[in-house]
């Protein structure tokens, strides 16, 4: 059963467009995980054009690539160090791709 999540009144844009929106999350199992494929297709549900920057090995990236989200790749670790410039390299890059109207950040190290 998919929960429905609330529809705050997004309109389509000029053009006939949805807002599109961006969810990028390091944790893509347990809570997080969950929580972001719920919204990823509650929002593909109602007909958003929604991108994922996460890990593209994971099964929240199959799971939401099934689902009609395009999945940008960004393998970040949850540890802070050395490879946080690329990470951020590589957000950037995945931001510039997908051309959002909205980023959503999920937990502490996208958020």
């Known amino acids: ?3 429905r999540p609330l529809d705050l009144g ?6 006939g467009r949805s807002p599109a929106v961006l969810h990028v999350t390091q944790p893509v199992t347990e809570g997080v995980g969950n929580f972001v494929a719920l919204l990823v297709a509650g929002q593909i549900e109602l007909d958003r054009r929604v991108g994922l ?3 593209p090995r994971s099964e929240l990236a199959e799971n939401a690539a ?3 989200a395009t999945v940008l790749p960004w ?6 160090g ?3 410039i690329t990470e951020l390299a590589g957000l950037r890059r995945a931001v510039a791709r997908f051309e959002p109207d909205i980023v959503h950040l999920h937990s502490s190290k996208a958020g």
Do not use: H
């Open 82 to 84: 050395a490879g946080l």
């Open 53 to 55: 920057a996460c890990d």
């Open 66 to 68: 099934a689902a009609g």
């Open 10 to 15: 997004w309109r389509r844009q000029a053009g």
């Open 75 to 80: 393998p970040a670790r949850r540890e802070p």
């Open 1 to 3: 059963m998919l929960i």
